[in-house]
């Protein structure tokens, strides 16, 4: 049985603590030769101590020969001292030999592991790698007055290894011998003794290390090959340490894929018993071509801070840009998102000064993007995020106040949307509950699933964290979408969009001009769910010249309202909100106006699904009551997302369609605009579930709309239109003549700037 025990963390050595030490990630890229090239994904030499970052400690102990009790001192070290992670773990006695012929002692372990796909970029199903992955490392084992045990785990399912539910891989050095070996563990590790207990012997080597006192050191290789499922161990043992990339006596080979196909998700470092444990120049790798020699850095772009969180009033927030490597760089600013709410006002040369405006509605999220052409690290996304406003309740003017009935759960998912670079890597995604009572959420990858993934968190309760992976984008920008269901949650479902950069830029083609402003807004009809939710509407002038528009609800105000975006210009997004119904199919209306516009006014229709079924009836001069339907005999046809936003780029999307009442339906799913771009791959028809596939060409002109239908005969909510918006590629850049620019989007313009 293992007890936590917590100690104070002194400046450089971490002692026992149950709480977890999370740090930042540090990721080294280099190239290294074995028995097949490798291109190390993580290199680690522990030379200081911010080495440890991405590191988490696990400290525990054992009791021998006693039921309860607690140590009085620490029983671990872990530190970094003369350029070596060291864990010295300790056997303390409780009870004398000389007073009881059977002593008792506390026994100390400690564990330090890290998220191997996050430090690597592997996936953590080690057989889903394309290439061999290669684990290599020195270790040395230094005994006190009883023999010392270690472990380097190469791959766990838990985070805490001694986890009596982890399975996994290590190399694994016993504490009644110097017996030493290439172990599949499947209780955790938790025994160390001279028989391996619960642990599967794919390579042993009985004498690897003394038994003694002596201070042995080890240089080690591992390579798993997901092809064939082979583990080769390479090592030697001596009084010194060797390159442990190229060392080559093969000690054995085995074949096992007991947990191959699984996630897991940690590796890292474990000292036990009594003694001291060192280790040195670990690296994970894989079978990619090396990296070419790097070239000088040249200009490298820098924006701080990187993201920014304000309050709900409005203000200003100061973008600070430097040039952190060599040569003469350039820069300019723009708004990618939120032009709505934010402006940049300008600044000295190194400042971006960026103002928003006061937040009335949902919490929000604008993107300023900072671009220095040839410089490393450009572009770079700011994310802008502003709180909701926190709304005064108007006092009652009675003398008793009415009590306040127990709210709904609400579903809050941030940011809402998010930008990121061409290059891999991660990001997060909020989830709470924002309501009252109870919550659970499940979350999917609606479009993307061939670059974007949700690593943890796709499901959960009142709170929850998204973390979300995303591949390097080597072609035109992209974009995925994640969409969270809470069911019985007002703002089910939610859809956030991931938009991702690109490294290839298309060439941009002239429009051909339209005489005035046109107004466009889309979609133009909405079908809605029953439950309360959100829906956008994008505001734009597809012809030329300036236009102002203004929005408002011309029919349906108790229900259907805009939160954001009633006004604006050429270019706008318009955020509505509608509260639940609870009682029959209703019809709300949004008329748009674009003054001097062609187009004008254009009206959108909201048709909201509801509880009971069918339009209210017309009373007669007698009326006579008519019995409801139970809802639970009504099927209700429900497709998400009803709409989504696509880059110019050509790529795929899914539509979840589902019967949220009761019985059975049959549905099918047709294109009814855009057949020439747009097209359904699978899942055209169905029954209660079912997943539309789509795929969309690459849009060389300006924006466009497609539509798909889905009819499902005697369900509510038929038929619904999935509407799509695909983005065009049209951005004109004026440069000067001075070799600075002026980047022109949405009216605004924004001047370049020096280093």
Not at 106 to 111: M, S, T, V
Not at 122 to 140: D, G, R
Not at 480 to 493: F, H, L, W
Not at 728 to 733: F, L, R
Request: glycine share 12%.
């Amino acid at each position: 049985m293992a007890d936590p025990w917590p100690f104070p963390l002194s400046a450089l050595v971490m002692r026992l603590l149950p709480a977890f030490i999370i740090f930042s990630i540090t990721v080294y890229l280099a190239t290294a030769a074995s028995g097949h090239s490798v291109s190390p994904r993580y290199k680690n030499a522990f030379q200081v101590v911010s080495d440890l970052n991405g590191f988490t400690l696990y400290n525990s102990f054992t009791r021998w020969g006693m039921q309860d009790g607690f140590p009085s001192v620490p029983l671990t070290d872990v530190s970094v001292r003369d350029g070596q992670l060291v864990i010295e773990t300790k056997r303390i006695l409780r009870e004398t030999w000389a007073d009881n012929p059977n002593p008792s002692f506390f026994i100390g372990r400690a564990a330090l592991t890290a998220d191997f796909a996050a430090l690597t970029g592997l996936h953590p199903a080690l057989e889903t790698n394309p290439n061999p992955i290669t684990w290599a490392f020195n270790v040395s084992n230094e005994n006190f007055d009883y023999t010392n045990g270690f472990a380097v785990v190469l791959a766990c399912s838990h985070p805490d290894p001694f986890d009596s539910a982890a399975v996994g891989y290590a190399i694994v050095k016993g504490v009644l011998n110097g017996r030493i070996a290439l172990v599949r563990f499947n209780h955790g590790l938790n025994d160390f003794n001279s028989g391996f207990n619960d642990m599967t012997l794919l390579v042993d080597l009985p004498n690897g290390f003394s038994s003694g006192y002596s201070h042995e050191h080890g240089s080690f290789s591992v390579t798993f090959s997901p092809v064939t499922k082979t583990w080769t161990w390479k090592g030697s043992v001596g009084r010194a340490y060797q390159t442990p990339t190229t060392v080559p006596p093969v000690l054995g080979t085995s074949v096992d894929s007991a947990y191959t196909s699984v996630a897991l998700g940690y590796f890292g470092f474990v000292g036990f018993n009594a003694g001291i444990d060192r280790f040195d120049n670990f690296s994970i790798g894989d079978g990619r071509s090396p990296s070419p020699t790097p070239t000088p850095p040249g200009p490298i772009l820098s924006v701080t801070p990187a993201n920014s969180s304000v309050a709900a009033s409005s203000g200003r927030v100061t973008l600070n840009v430097s040039n952190l490597g060599t040569g003469m760089m350039s820069y300019s600013g723009s708004i990618v998102s939120g032009y709505d709410w934010l402006s940049i006002s300008g600044g000295n040369i190194g400042t971006i000064r960026t103002l928003f405006s006061e937040n009335n509605g949902y919490q929000r999220t604008g993107v300023i993007a900072v671009t220095a052409n040839g410089s490393s690290g450009s572009p770079q996304y700011i994310a802008i995020s502003q709180a909701r406003k926190n709304d005064t309740p108007t006092p009652t003017p009675t003398p008793t106040p009415t009590p306040t009935p127990v709210a709904n759960p609400v579903l809050s998912v941030t940011p809402e949307n998010s930008a990121v670079a061409a290059a891999s890597g991660r990001a997060n995604l909020s989830v709470s509950n924002a309501g009252g009572g109870a919550m659970s959420y499940l979350a999917s990858i609606s479009a993307g699933s061939d670059w974007l993934s949700i690593r943890t968190g796709a499901s959960g309760g009142n709170s929850g964290t998204l973390r979300i992976f995303f591949a390097e984008n080597s072609g035109v920008q992209r974009t995925g979408q994640i969409t969270v269901m809470a069911n019985g949650a007002n703002g089910s479902p939610t859809t956030i969009t991931i938009t991702q950069a690109g490294k290839v830029f298309a060439p941009t083609p002239t429009p051909t001009p339209t005489l005035g402003p046109v107004l466009t807004v889309l979609p133009v009809d909405l079908s809605a769910a029953m439950a309360s939710g959100r829906a956008n509407f994008t505001v734009s002038n597809t012809g030329v010249g300036i236009m102002n528009y203004s929005a408002r609800v011309s029919e349906g105000s108790s229900w259907l309202q805009i939160t954001s975006g009633a006004s604006g210009g050429s270019a706008g997004l318009m955020k509505v909100s509608f509260t639940q119904n609870a009682g029959t199919q209703r019809t709300g209306r949004i008329t748009v106006t674009g003054n001097g516009a062609n187009g004008s006014p254009v009206t959108i229709t909201v048709t909201q699904a509801g509880k009971l079924g069918g339009a209210t009836p017309t009373p007669t001069a007698t009326p006579q009551p008519t019995p409801s339907p139970s809802p639970a005999s009504v099927p209700v046809l429900t497709v998400i997302p009803p709409s989504s936003s696509m880059a110019f780029g050509a790529g795929r999307a899914n539509f979840i369609v589902s019967n949220t009442g009761a019985g059975t339906i049959s549905y099918s799913a047709s294109i009814s605009a855009g057949s020439n771009w747009l097209q359904i791959s699978s899942g055209a028809s169905g029954g209660n579930s079912g997943v539309i596939k789509v795929a969309y060409a690459e849009n060389t002109g300006v924006q466009r709309t497609g539509q798909i239908t889905v009819i499902a005969n005697g369900a509510n909510g038929s038929p619904m239109t999935i509407t799509i918006f695909q983005d065009g590629n049209v951005v004109n850049v004026v440069p000067s003549s001075n070799g600075s620019g002026t980047l022109s989007l949405e009216g605004a313009s924004i001047s370049s700037g020096g280093n």
